[in-house]
Every structure is written in structure tokens, then in C-alpha cells.
């Protein structure tokens, strides 16, 4: 069975051995098996590579949005509290042209009845 096998085999069939002995079985790298050893690793490395640099974008996408989000925030709270005042000076305005008119409508009539009781009014008024 074993006198047909060449050296190389024979290496492999007592590394195999070696191996049981130990109480696992490992069967021992071809060069082939090496080369896609070597691959799976260097691989294994890209993708680690790939996955924090994405991780990296993710928290700096993550974390301009955030702060996107807070300035809006405090824009909105701004214009909210501008509209208040907005509101609160267009109620005084109204107010003091009311009342304006009102004070100018009381000197038209005060004018009218003075002019009507014959009383000079001096043109500078």
C-alpha cells in the first residue's frame, strides 16, 4: 500500500499521522492549497480595510446630518420666535395708527367746530 508513494506523500502521510496523534486531523498545505491560503488572507485584510473606511463614512455622513439637523432646528426655533415678534409690532402698529387716527380725526372735528364757531385758525396747523 505505502511502497508505491513517493517521498513528498510519504512526508504528507506522517504529518497526517502526527496530526491524529494529537487528536485532530489536519491534513497538511499543497501549493495550491498555499496560494488560496494566501489569498483568503489578503482578502480577509481588503475587506477589514473596506469596512472600517465605510464605518468611517458612515459616522461622518452620520454625523454632518446631525448637525445639519441642529442648525435647522435652531433656524426653526428663530424664525418661530421672529414670527412672534412679527406679530406682537404688526398688533402695536395697528394700535398706534389707530390710535393716530383717532387723534388726528378728534383735531379735524376740534378744527371744523372752531371754524364753524368763527374762531381763527392760524395755517401752520
Known amino acids: 500500500l505505502l511502497h508505491n508513494l513517493q517521498p513528498e506523500q510519504m512526508l504528507q502521510l506522517e504529518e497526517i499521522a502526527a496530526s491524529m496523534r494529537k487528536g485532530k486531523l489536519e491534513l497538511p498545505l499543497t501549493d495550491e492549497s498555499r496560494e488560496l491560503k494566501r489569498e483568503k488572507e489578503e482578502l480577509q485584510r481588503r475587506l477589514e480595510a473596506k469596512d472600517r473606511e465605510l464605518g468611517d463614512h458612515v459616522d461622518r455622513k452620520v454625523n454632518e446630518l446631525l448637525e445639519k439637523t441642529g442648525a435647522a432646528r435652531e433656524l426653526e426655533t428663530r424664525v418661530a420666535t421672529l414670527e412672534q ?16 387716527l383717532a387723534a388726528a380725526q378728534q383735531q379735524a372735528d376740534a378744527f371744523a367746530a372752531a371754524a364753524q364757531s368763527g374762531v381763527h385758525i392760524p395755517p401752520e396747523f
Open 85 to 100: 415678534e412679527n406679530a406682537a409690532l404688526r398688533e402695536l402698529n395697528a394700535v398706534i395708527q389707530n390710535g393716530a
